[in-house]
């Protein structure tokens, strides 16, 4: 049975849920048992490949027969739980089909671990659409998720350099301190944004919801990615949103969460992401419970735990017992 605070978890891939259909209802299971409504599962990964099936990208050739999404949806309809499959959006890596066909669409980053399509392209934006629609078609999903929802840092692609010469700014010379760059965020900005709004689109012809895993630090993330998670949800474009949160320190989790809260002022339910094992934190489950209480009492309505395989018997019974 579900909370009144809200819980749910980000999984790097369906295999986090076992080899064969008992085993992903034995996860479902486990996580609605405590307390859990939503599972977060990551169906396409910076590689390029869809952990799904679909004719948009390629099928990742380990993806197995038995259609590990459609279980966990169907697992997770049965336990009245959710499920989001979660793309990473923009990064297109080895297998990606789009830049196999259209390779002069990659972004022209300065410095990246990994490759990204250039997010502000229309063609980009229609492939991504696309892959989403055949994922809402295909299976009996409640929502999708958004994640690397943003450039991946400043594109100079010939695409970005001919927009924003139509606008009188020349990339490749303009500093922060012009007037200029301030356009070319703003531009970068929109285009992120225009792709929320096709998302938004999509999701209410399907009758399905919208989450989006977003930077925690607005707006130095609309320079650095343009994306302006504040005007998604003045728009109303998203049902949830969840800022990544990662830190060891509580105090640091409290200042963001009261600081997003501000940001969203009751436009659509903050969920907090928390890193038990991210990039930037490992969390005792002490220290993940001590979080999930600071989130709360700076007016979140639920946390969204940084990934399902970290998450031990001990967390999980340590959420289920919580009184919140
Ligand atoms: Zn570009």
């Known amino acids: 049975m579900s909370k009144k605070f809200h819980f749910a978890t980000w999984a790097h891939s369906v295999s986090n849920f076992g080899d064969n259909p008992q085993e992903v209802k034995g996860h ?18 910076p590689p390029g490949y869809a952990d799904f099936k679909t004719d948009v990208a390629e ?26 499959p979660w793309f990473c959006i923009f990064p297109e890596g ?10 002069h669409s990659a ?6 671990r990994m490759r990204w399509a250039c997010a502000c392209r229309p063609e980009v934006q229609e492939y991504e ?4 629609e055949s994922v809402a078609d295909g299976y009996p999903i409640h929502g999708l998720h958004l994640d690397y929802m943003r450039t991946g840092g400043v594109c100079r692609c010939d695409y970005c350099k001919e927009q924003m ?9 303009v500093s922060t301190k012009d007037p200029g760059f301030a356009q070319w965020v703003d531009w970068r900005c929109e285009r992120i944004t225009s792709f929320v709004e096709r998302m938004r689109e999509l999701t209410r012809n399907k009758n399905i919801e919208l ?4 930077f925690a630090d607005l707006p130095s993330c609309r320079n650095s990615n343009g994306q302006d998670w504040a005007e998604w949800a003045e728009k109303g474009l998203v049902d949830f949103m969840f800022p990544m949160n990662y830190d060891n320190s509580t105090r640091n989790v409290k200042l963001r969460t009261r600081q997003h809260v501000a940001l969203i002022s009751n436009r659509c339910p903050v969920w907090e992401g928390l890193g038990k094992a991210s990039s930037n934190s490992q969390l005792t489950t002490e220290v993940m419970v001590e979080q999930i209480r600071a989130a709360k009492e700076e007016g979140a309505q639920g946390v969204v735990l940084f990934h399902y395989p970290a998450l031990s018997d001990e967390d999980l019974s340590s959420i289920k017992e919580l009184d919140i």
Request: hydrophobic fraction near 40%; include cysteine.
């Open 59 to 84: 099928v990742n050739p380990t993806y197995p027969d038995w259609d590990p999404l459609k279980v966990l949806a169907e697992s997770a309809t049965e336990y009245n739980m959710k499920v989001h």
């Open 107 to 112: 972004a022209v980053h300065e410095s990246s």
């Open 165 to 173: 010469a139509a606008r009188g700014v020349d990339v490749n010379e």
């Open 94 to 103: 080895e297998h990606s089909a789009l830049l196999k066909k259209s390779p």
């Open 129 to 132: 659409l696309a892959l989403y």
């Open 211 to 214: 989450s989006a895993a977003v």
């Open 28 to 45: 479902v299971e486990r996580l609605s048992g405590a307390g859990f409504e939503l599972i977060i599962p990551c169906v396409k990964n």
